[in-house]
């Protein structure tokens, strides 16, 4: 079993920048795969970044690349997210989600295990 827990969300204003920090416990191996999603009420889950577990980052969604960033990985078994110049858009439920393989993949269906989410609200 792995066990990611997310936190770092909170309520800041347009332009503002925010670090989102998934602390991952449990059986991970080197082969594991660490992505960053959101999710609005009434919409499906948003794939955001993914990160190998030994650093290497594995891809961006079109919409944050250049904006959002991804690092961490294995020793400190912390993954961040860092967020510059949010906007309204970026309000939204994130979740750090992890799978036990490295093969890229944008589909929450293929992440086995995930954290309980932090809130992210951006004010205009």
């Known amino acids: 079993q792995v066990y990611p827990v997310e936190s770092g969300g909170g309520l800041v204003q347009a332009g503002a920048s925010l670090r989102l920090s998934c602390v991952v416990s449990?059986?991970?191996?080197?082969?594991?795969?660490v992505a960053w999603f959101r999710q609005v009420p009434g919409k499906d889950r948003e794939f955001l970044a993914a990160l190998n577990w030994n650093g290497d980052v594995a891809g961006y969604a079109g919409s944050v690349q250049g904006r959002f960033t991804i690092s961490g990985g294995s020793g400190d078994r912390t993954v961040f997210l860092d967020m510059n110049r949010l906007t309204p858009e970026d309000t939204a439920t994130y979740y750090c989600a992890a799978k036990l393989n490295r093969v890229h993949s944008t589909l929450s269906i293929r992440y086995r295990y995930w954290g309980q989410g932090t809130q992210v609200t951006v004010s205009s």
């Open positions: 449990g059986h991970i191996s080197s082969n594991a795969a």
